[in-house]
């Protein structure tokens, strides 16, 4: 089954931002008299909208939070976000598999472009991947509703059933199935939930240099 398009996430699976945004945002929850760490934080809130952890967040804590809360951790994660973000590991390398096989490429993401712009600029990413983002911010609902992959898929021109989409969390691929597409689970970061991701409908892989020869190997029906 060779994918007519694939979609990557952007945090933890192209740029290496998971462990620094989720100690952001445990600092800031910890304050809130809910004490959680950075793992803890990112089992609980990842492949999330700040929008949608805004909401979390107050029912574990019981406090209101302003209405601008998301873009003030918005703001703290993309200040250190520009002292440098690597590249995930061995995706530059599948990025050039794909290339030399002519297959397309996309982000779909959670994340605001002005963050995915930040990460993937610091990261050295961007030029391979300008014109080819799409963000939850674009559309009506945040993962798990399929929205961005759709939308990705739609705008590249490629209908979803020819679609796969590379993740590192629950509800991303909640979401790409929903979309009626592939999904893969890169789960390299200890934080990750295998059993949860398994059961949610992904395929699991630990380091990059598995991804070329998993999408072009695997025929498993979705």
Same mark, same amino acid.
């Given at each position: 089954?060779?994918?007519?398009?694939?979609? $990557?996430?952007?945090?933890?699976?192209?740029?290496?931002?998971?462990?620094? !945004?989720?100690?952001?945002? #445990?600092?800031?929850?910890?304050?809130? /008299?809910?004490?959680? =760490?950075?793992?803890?934080? @990112? @089992?609980?809130?990842?492949?999330?909208?700040?929008?949608?952890?805004?909401?979390?967040?107050?029912?574990?804590?019981?406090? #209101?939070?302003?209405?601008?809360?998301?873009? @003030?951790?918005?703001?703290?994660?993309?200040?250190?976000?520009?002292?440098?973000?690597?590249?995930?590991?061995?995706?530059?390398?599948?990025?050039?598999?794909?290339?030399?096989?002519?297959?397309?490429? %996309?982000?779909?993401?959670?994340?605001?472009?002005?963050?995915?712009?930040?990460?993937?600029?610091?990261? /050295?990413?961007?030029?391979?991947?300008?014109?080819?983002? $799409? *963000?939850?911010?674009?559309? +009506?609902?945040?993962?798990?509703?399929?929205?961005?992959?759709?939308? +990705?898929?739609?705008?590249?021109?490629?209908?979803?059933?020819?679609?796969?989409?590379?993740?590192?969390?629950?509800?991303?691929?909640? &979401? +790409?199935? !929903? &979309?009626?597409?592939?999904? $893969?689970?890169?789960?390299?970061?200890? !934080? %990750?939930?295998?059993? #949860?991701?398994? *059961?949610?409908? +992904?395929?699991?892989?630990?380091?990059?240099?598995?991804?070329?020869?998993?999408?072009?190997?695997?025929?498993? =029906?979705?």
């Amino acid at each position: 089954m060779t994918p007519g398009l694939v979609i $990557f996430d952007c945090d933890g699976v192209l740029v290496d931002t998971e462990r620094v !945004a989720n100690r952001i945002l #445990a600092e800031l929850v910890t304050d809130l /008299g809910f004490p959680i =760490s950075g793992p803890q934080c @990112q @089992q609980r809130f990842m492949g999330r909208t700040l929008e949608n952890v805004r909401e979390m967040v107050e029912e574990l804590t019981g406090h #209101a939070l302003a209405a601008d809360w998301p873009e @003030q951790v918005r703001r703290r994660d993309l200040e250190a976000f520009r002292a440098g973000v690597p590249a995930i590991p061995g995706v530059s390398d599948v990025l050039d598999d794909l290339d030399r096989r002519d297959v397309p490429y %996309c982000v779909g993401s959670s994340g605001r472009h002005e963050k995915m712009r930040t990460t993937l600029g610091s990261s /050295g990413l961007l030029p391979r991947l300008e014109g080819k983002l $799409f *963000s939850a911010e674009d559309c +009506a609902r945040g993962k798990p509703a399929p929205d961005v992959f759709l939308l +990705a898929a739609k705008t590249m021109g490629h209908l979803p059933e020819n679609c796969t989409v590379i993740e590192d969390s629950v509800p991303g691929v909640l &979401a +790409a199935k !929903a &979309a009626g597409m592939r999904a $893969f689970a890169f789960v390299e970061d200890p !934080a %990750c939930d295998r059993d #949860a991701l398994r *059961s949610a409908g +992904a395929i699991l892989f630990e380091s990059m240099r598995e991804l070329p020869g998993l999408l072009f190997s695997k025929a498993e =029906s979705f």
